[in-house]
Nanobody, 122 residues
């Protein structure tokens, strides 16, 4: 059973920083893309950053220059360093991964974490 488990959310003042982590566990053959999405109250879930590889990082315009996504492939973990946080960054942040579980041939499955709350006070 593959799981994505996030950690690192919390309450921070505007201008502060937080670092989110997401570890994929279980029997995994290969992880393709890992990324972060967020959903604010009353809004649709939106992309924050995705990282298929070191050369193909994609950021939402609203977080460019403030957030940095990175991966530790040896640990099956993706991170999101969030700096200069704004109240509008308040949301539940979800980890997402496209990966191939062991025993599934080359079939890529998509997984979501349970989400971690980030609240930025003004």
């Amino acid at each position: 059973q593959v799981q994505l488990v996030e950690s690192g959310g919390g309450l921070v003042q505007a201008g502060g920083s937080l670092r989110l982590s997401c570890a994929a566990s279980g029997s995994i053959y290969r992880i393709n893309t890992m990324g972060w999405y967020r959903q604010a109250p009353g809004k649709q879930r939106e992309l924050v950053a995705t990282m298929p590889s070191d050369e193909n990082i994609n950021y939402a315009d609203s977080v460019k220059g403030r957030f940095t996504i990175s991966r530790d492939n040896a640990k099956n973990t993706v991170y999101l360093q969030m700096n200069s946080l704004k109240p509008e960054d308040t949301a539940v942040y979800y980890c997402n991964a496209d990966l191939i579980p062991r025993g599934w041939g080359l079939r890529v499955n998509n997984y979501w974490g349970q989400g971690t709350q980030v609240t930025v006070s003004s």
